[in-house]
């Protein structure tokens, strides 16, 4: 694994500053994203991992441009190669999305549309944002589905989705994200969907692409054992906020937020070979009227009276660490112990 | 597209016509009585019964009865009519493409105000527009087609005197007095159908711009004009397309009323008058007819289905 380079927090491709992301409902507007900051630098990958309903899909999509209504931005700036997204028309914004930055999604096979060759669908994009006659097209898409590892490229272009396998579909998915050379790639649960040793294939096919097409990727995932795999900082993301931030290392060694110790123990190799898996008791909550309190409170082994009276600080630990938590400076949570330790496997 | 899958459509709309015959052949031995006796009526003498049995071959056992009945409507004998003095076939052949043309004026007219509307109430959900283009849509499936040819006949015939009241011109006699008699028959019968495609159209399109694979050609930067009127809508016709089929019943249903209605000579006005005057060959012919061009039909529809929605032929 490479080092972080630490020249990426100084000049980011992509900069997200207290984002909100409003959900009006009958019962008020549920802040489905809350203050979020983020940051992703040339050539990097982070990971944004959390249960489902942490917020971290709708970053995704606030980022791209495709939240779709009712939810909207009520807050923040995003910032892309130092421009801000929000100031640019919805044109501009158009032919942005698919060539400077795209995004590979989690079921490919609802991803594609199932009416047409998945050749078309890629050629559609190609031919959206660029001016290239359609047998250089032609030849662009043959040149990519081989770039993602698919054999015959010519048949699978001329075949639909329904006749590709899970894995094809997605290389079909990451072809067309990469399509126009785009800088930043975001993956929402790129392999959540897929066999386990096709999502190990696919995972390298990403690493690939960011070390030789000089490609960012901004991973969501639910898994921390495929971002400790990929990522080089991680954003742990609870109820709409980043309750953590730090890079792979740290966090796995010494996570600094009880939720981030929690999710580490509900991996399966995480702890002792014999001791059954911890779990988080309750559900994350959906925030609607924002009250003066840390959101983990009512699930967090530590908490105190404190946490349920005041917003908790964010703390700082080194250059790049930091955690949303009135104790993240005085608790040593466990993080992960690699089973090669513990199990005796090894001699 | 297979050609195994066109050679199953085509024998299944071959099982669907044979079972047709045989219900068609059945319905008039199963009506109570005797079929030569409820022709001739009270007056008719026990020789003229006896005489006309013979003449009908109602004495031969039921399944040789049939068959010759089949093989001669195979060749185009389905029989004389009892009450004109024509064959069954020359009353059809005037007739079907009365009907049909009637069919399909409307089938166009409720297609072309069905999609347009469908399309404006599913892409701007829940605005003024999408609520009252839903009202119409209630409005008309609840209208019966006789009730609201009877009010369009007051009004544009009647009242203001625009288009004639009733009756039929031919196109190749005068195509513009047969336009001017066709357009009230021709709403009246689309315009159920409109409201059956309209709502068909709009939910399936409501459902489809949800689909995962909107988000992926908006992600890939595509025109909304693009995105709507090729990856929604290519998805969104399949469940149109087979209301369209199914409801092909409902139209030729629909034509009988409305024939009667506007006095249009038709197949729908033919097989009314048969049943009436209780002419068991028109009767037969007809339903024979209407039977072919609704199975005929369905092919079509299933073709089209295959060729819109890749999935289908495949299977």
């Known amino acids: 694994m490479r080092l972080i380079p630490i020249s990426a927090a100084t000049d980011p491709l992509l900069e997200v500053r207290d984002l909100q992301v409003r959900i009006p409902t009958r019962r008020g507007d549920l802040l489905a994203v809350d203050g979020v900051d983020l940051t992703v630098g040339a050539g990097e990958i982070v990971g944004v991992v959390g249960e489902s309903g942490s917020g971290k899909t709708l970053t995704a999509y606030a980022i791209m441009g495709l939240l779709s209504a009712p939810a909207v931005i009520s807050r923040g700036v995003i910032r892309f190669r130092g421009q801000d997204l929000q100031a640019l028309a919805a044109e501009e914004r158009g032919r942005m999305r698919g060539s400077a930055m795209s995004m590979v999604f989690q079921e490919p096979l609802t991803a594609l549309n199932p009416v047409f060759p998945v050749g078309t669908q890629i050629r559609d994009v190609i031919r959206r944002h660029t001016n290239l006659s359609d047998r250089s097209i032609r030849g662009r898409i043959l040149e990519l589905l081989d770039h993602v590892g698919i054999a015959g490229p010519e048949r699978v272009a001329a075949a639909y989705p329904f006749e590709l396998s899970g894995g094809m579909r997605q290389r079909i998915l990451i072809a067309m994200a990469i399509a126009c050379g785009p800088s930043l790639v975001i993956a929402d649960e790129p392999t959540t969907a897929l066999d386990t040793t096709i999502q190990a294939q696919i995972l390298e096919l990403l690493r690939r692409l960011v070390r030789d097409d000089g490609i960012s990727l901004l991973l969501i995932s639910h898994d921390f054992g495929i971002v400790a795999d990929l990522c080089q900082r991680v954003y742990v993301m609870y109820a709409g906020q980043v309750v953590e931030h730090a890079t792979a290392g740290q966090l796995f060694d010494r996570p600094r937020h009880p939720y981030t110790s929690a999710l580490l123990g509900c991996m399966p190799a995480a702890r002792d070979g014999d001791a059954p898996l911890d779990t988080i008791e309750g559900t994350v909550p959906t925030v609607i009227d924002p009250k003066a309190l840390c959101r983990f409170a009512d699930r967090c082994g530590y908490a105190q009276a404190r946490c349920t009276e005041q917003s908790p600080p964010r703390q700082t630990f080194g250059v790049v660490q930091d955690a949303l938590c009135f104790r993240a400076a005085e608790l040593t949570l466990p993080g992960l112990v690699t089973p090669s330790l513990t199990d005796g496997v090894l001699p | 597209m297979g050609v195994l899958y066109l050679a199953k459509r085509l024998g299944w709309m ?183 495609i309209m709502e068909t159209t709009r939910n399936s399109l409501v459902d489809v711009l949800n689909q995962d694979y909107i988000r992926t050609a908006r992600a890939g930067g595509l025109a909304e004009r693009l995105v709507l009127w090729k990856y929604a809508m290519r998805n969104a016709l399949i469940p149109t397309v087979t209301v369209i089929g199914i409801q092909i019943g409902y139209l030729m249903s629909g034509a009988i009323v409305i024939e009667n209605l506007f006095a249009i000579p038709g197949i729908g006005r033919l097989m009314v008058n048969a049943v009436l005057s209780r002419d068991y060959p028109v009767v037969q012919g007809t339903m024979l007819t209407v039977v072919f061009v609704f199975a005929f039909a369905n092919l079509c529809v299933d073709l089209l289905c295959a060729a819109i929605d890749p999935r289908t032929a495949r299977e």
């Open chain 2, 14 to 196: 071959l099982f669907i016509l044979f079972g047709s015959t045989v219900v068609i052949f059945l319905v008039i031995h199963v009506i109570p009585g005797d079929p030569a006796r409820a022709m001739l009526g009270p007056q008719g003498t026990p020789e003229a019964v006896e005489t006309l049995r013979r003449e009908l071959g109602l004495n031969d056992p039921l399944w040789q009865q049939y068959l010759i009945w089949v093989g001669r409507a195979l060749t185009g004998n389905l029989g004389h009519s009892i009450l004109l003095s024509k064959s069954v076939l020359e009353l059809l052949g005037e007739r079907v493409t009365t009907t049909l043309l009637l069919s399909l004026y409307a089938l166009i007219l409720a297609v072309l105000i069905a999609l347009p509307i469908s399309v404006m109430s599913a892409t701007r959900r829940n605005t003024i527009g999408d609520h009252v283009g839903r009202l119409v849509v209630l409005i008309g499936l609840a209208m019966p087609s006789f009730w609201f040819g009877l009010m369009l006949m007051l009004l544009f015939s009647v009242r203001l005197g625009w288009l004639p009241v009733f009756g039929y011109v031919s196109p190749l006699d005068d195509l513009g007095q047969h336009f001017s008699h066709m357009v009230l028959p021709a709403v009246a019968l689309g315009s159920g159908y409109a409201a059956m």
